[in-house]
């Protein structure tokens, strides 16, 4: 079994570590030895774990460590990674066993992506780094997707979409066929995008249209 640990003690890293319990059951591939967390103390515990220290324990570790980065806000995730620095780290995809890939051999995909349990993935899908795929949720036929983008339970992407990178998409929100998102975009929970979408917008309703300019 390798080791693994996750970035971040918060609800969705335990719903990551209840997946690494999963997973197991199906085929012991894991030894999970705590949570990384800048925010909380080393040493605290949750029901799944104890905190084992922060950036700084991720960057001095000795021995090879595979590590999943389970946090919702995408810019936070690109800042994550541009921060470690240590090679023994590996970022290997989380697949919880409900997953359902209708033709897994025409899906290719990068490395630290996580998939929660009911989410459906279609044929010739292209996932690049760091995307993070909650419950119940669907990829349609020939999508395209970049990196650290979060899809939030029940979001629903039809087929022939491209997404770029750190996009966050809300609670039931849906981005029909043939369209184009750009970066660092926010969808609102249950907005429906019916056309391309630029960068570093929030948008919002149904339709949905940009109502505000992201930060920089």
Same mark, same amino acid.
């Given at each position: 079994?390798? $080791?693994?640990?996750?970035?971040?003690?918060?609800?969705?890293?335990?719903?990551?570590?209840?997946?690494?319990?999963?997973?197991?059951?199906?085929? @012991?591939?894991?030894?999970?030895i705590g949570f990384i967390d800048d925010?909380?103390?080393?040493? %605290?515990?949750t029901e799944y774990g104890k905190v084992?220290?922060?950036?700084?324990? *991720?960057?001095?570790?000795?021995?090879?460590l595979a590590l999943v980065i389970p946090?919702?806000?995408?810019?936070? *995730? =690109?800042?994550?990674?541009?921060?470690?620095?240590? $090679?023994?780290?590996?970022?290997?995809?989380?697949?919880?066993? $409900?997953?359902?890939?209708? %033709?897994?051999?025409?899906?290719?995909?990068?490395?630290?992506?996580?998939?929660?349990?009911?989410?459906?993935?279609?044929?010739?899908?292209?996932?690049? %780094?760091?995307?993070?795929?909650?419950?119940?949720?669907?990829?349609?036929? $020939?999508?395209?997707?970049?990196?650290?983008? &979060?899809?939030?339970?029940?979001?629903?992407?039809?087929?022939?979409?491209?997404?770029?990178?750190?996009?966050?998409?809300?609670?039931?929100? &849906?981005?029909? =066929?043939?369209? &184009?998102?750009?970066?660092?975009? =926010?969808? @609102? @929970? =249950?907005?429906?995008?019916?056309?391309? @979408?630029? %960068?570093?917008?929030?948008?919002?309703? *149904?339709?949905?249209?940009?109502?505000?300019?992201?930060?920089?």
């Open positions: 079994m390798k $080791d693994i640990a996750i970035y971040g003690a918060g609800g969705y890293g335990r719903e990551v570590a209840c997946i690494i319990r999963r997973i197991n059951e199906v085929n @012991a591939e894991w030894n999970f925010g909380v103390a080393a040493g %605290d515990s084992l220290g922060g950036m700084g324990f *991720i960057n001095s570790y000795v021995e090879e946090i919702g806000n995408p810019s936070v *995730i =690109q800042k994550i990674i541009d921060a470690i620095d240590n $090679d023994l780290i590996s970022y290997p995809n989380i697949v919880d066993p $409900d997953v359902f890939f209708l %033709d897994s051999n025409s899906v290719k995909m990068g490395k630290g992506n996580v998939f929660s349990p009911k989410t459906l993935v279609s044929c010739n899908v292209v996932i690049g %780094d760091f995307n993070l795929f909650n419950m119940n949720g669907g990829i349609g036929h $020939d999508v395209t997707i970049g990196n650290c983008n &979060t899809f939030m339970p029940n979001v629903n992407i039809s087929g022939g979409v491209v997404i770029g990178d750190r996009n966050l998409f809300g609670v039931k929100s &849906t981005m029909c =066929q043939y369209l &184009t998102m750009g970066n660092d975009n =926010q969808v @609102a @929970a =249950q907005s429906l995008i019916i056309r391309n @979408a630029k %960068d570093g917008f929030t948008y919002v309703g *149904i339709p949905a249209i940009p109502v505000s300019k992201n930060k920089e």
